[in-house]
């Protein structure tokens, strides 16, 4: 999935009000920015399959069982929490830092249903999961929508009223935000790959993409 990440983070803020959204979001979509670090540098591959571009959205076929797998996610969640507290002078309780492991496992249950056969438990896991609804173009979209829509509606009416000075201030971020991340998920599900080069074209826009979505959600609440 793609912007349907942000949910759990969306999800979270009441129950973290002191962690910033933009932390939390960033949770959410931990093990897709971790995978793209990865590839950089060898340990996992992104590969462009011309097979798989009639068939739906998201046309790679990937080798990631550190990033991509549920024990790893988990790792991801806890050095992002541990990061996150030796970073921040706010007071970080036990609650804060689970919240955020919690945001990041939490992929792996939007990645079961939407990828093809490639997510594991364990990095060397032989059993590969994903349902396949990546070939479902218009399902893919309108579930990932829905679900990022969700989320937010329950950051908008449950956080503090305190997290939510950004949108609140400025009438038109709440409304701008909410379509440019609705855009990207059209251009996820219905645009085409720019080149064949995934490891130093389609890697850094999908990792600076994700950043930069993280970053627009944290105004939300500043």
């Keep these: 999935m793609w912007i349907a990440h942000y949910a759990s983070g969306l999800i979270a803020k009441p129950f973290a009000p002191i962690v910033p959204l933009s932390v939390l979001t960033l949770a959410g979509a931990l093990p ?10 060898g340990i996992e591959t992104f590969n462009l399959d011309g097979k798989l571009i009639p068939r739906g959205c998201f046309p790679y076929t990937n080798d990631y069982p550190y990033s991509h797998s549920l024990v790893g996610m988990i790792v991801a969640g806890v050095a992002l929490a541990a990061l996150y507290k030796m970073n921040t002078a706010a ?8 919240i955020i492991v919690a945001a990041a496992a939490s992929h792996f249950l939007l990645e079961w249903p ?3 056969e490639d997510i594991k438990i364990t990095p060397h896991d032989s059993n590969q999961l994903g ?14 929508c829905a679900i990022f829509l969700a989320g937010l509606w329950v ?3 449950f956080a503090p009223m305190a997290t939510k000075a ?16 609705i855009g990207a998920q059209a251009h996820f599900s219905f645009g085409s790959a720019p080149t ?10 999908f990792l600076g993409q994700v950043l930069a979505s993280c970053w627009l959600l944290g105004k939300l609440e500043s």
């Design 114 to 116: 939407s990828h093809r």
């Design 166 to 181: 950004g949108y609140k201030t400025h009438r038109n971020r709440l409304w701008g935000i909410t379509l440019f991340l």
């Design 131 to 144: 349902a396949g609804m990546f070939d479902h173009t218009i399902v893919t979209f309108l579930v990932e």
């Design 91 to 98: 007071p970080v309780t036990l609650k804060d830092q689970a």
């Design 196 to 205: 064949t080069e995934t490891r130093w074209v389609h890697a850094p826009l």
């Design 155 to 157: 950051y908008t009416t």
């Design 32 to 41: 897709d920015v971790v995978f793209f670090l990865l590839q950089f540098v």
